[in-house]
């Protein structure tokens, strides 16, 4: 399944009806021509900081920039809406469930509230989160490995979802 993800996620876009596409498209607050295009800006700006993967302060600015893109931006202005235009059975749907919900969604209002730093190691992320609304602050833990495939797979389904609304 995993091989083929991103066409799956690709077809269940293509598959909506025009009506249900054009609904979509006018549910997103950004056109998705628009996201298409910040997202190739963001894949330059990584593209950029991985040649200067030497320097710390371009490292930082990297890694701050592709938090916020993959954890808050896209999930809250494109993926929320694109599930609820989708089936609740799809693939697409199971994705967007997974980044949205447990440790994920725990490390994006950390992000979005600024409660993460690096580990001591800079192996990772540890960042404060609210299990429970109004509860304590709990810390948190998150490996470079694991932090990279939940990028990837937010990125991957964004790109999906946006070549399935622009071509």
């Given at each position: 399944m995993w091989s083929r993800l991103a066409s799956?996620?690709?077809?269940?876009?293509?598959?909506l009806d025009e009506a249900a596409t054009n609904r979509l498209r006018t549910s997103l607050l950004i056109p998705p021509e628009r996201f298409t295009e910040?997202?190739?800006a963001?894949?330059?700006?990584?593209?950029?900081?991985?040649?200067?993967?030497?320097?710390?302060?371009?490292v930082r600015a990297q890694v701050m920039t592709e938090l916020y893109?993959?954890?808050?931006w896209l999930r809250d202005s494109l993926m929320r809406p694109v599930a609820a235009a989708l089936p609740v059975a799809g693939t697409y749907s199971a994705?967007?469930?997974?980044?949205?919900?447990?440790?994920?969604?725990?490390?994006?209002n950390a992000v979005?509230?600024?409660?993460?730093?690096y580990l001591p190691g800079f192996d990772g992320l540890e960042y404060w989160a609210?299990?429970?609304?109004g509860g304590t602050h709990q810390r948190f833990e998150v490996s470079a490995e694991v932090l990279g495939s939940w990028?990837?797979?937010?990125?991957?389904?964004?790109i999906a979802v946006l070549l399935a609304l622009t071509e």
């Amino acid at each position: 399944m995993w091989s083929r993800l991103a066409s799956t996620v690709y077809d269940e876009v293509r598959a909506l009806d025009e009506a249900a596409t054009n609904r979509l498209r006018t549910s997103l607050l950004i056109p998705p021509e628009r996201f298409t295009e910040e997202m190739s800006a963001f894949q330059a700006w990584m593209d950029l900081a991985h040649s200067e993967g030497d320097n710390p302060v371009i490292v930082r600015a990297q890694v701050m920039t592709e938090l916020y893109v993959t954890m808050v931006w896209l999930r809250d202005s494109l993926m929320r809406p694109v599930a609820a235009a989708l089936p609740v059975a799809g693939t697409y749907s199971a994705v967007e469930r997974f980044i949205s919900g447990g440790q994920r969604r725990l490390l994006r209002n950390a992000v979005a509230h600024g409660r993460w730093c690096y580990l001591p190691g800079f192996d990772g992320l540890e960042y404060w989160a609210e299990p429970t609304r109004g509860g304590t602050h709990q810390r948190f833990e998150v490996s470079a490995e694991v932090l990279g495939s939940w990028q990837m797979l937010s990125r991957g389904t964004a790109i999906a979802v946006l070549l399935a609304l622009t071509e």
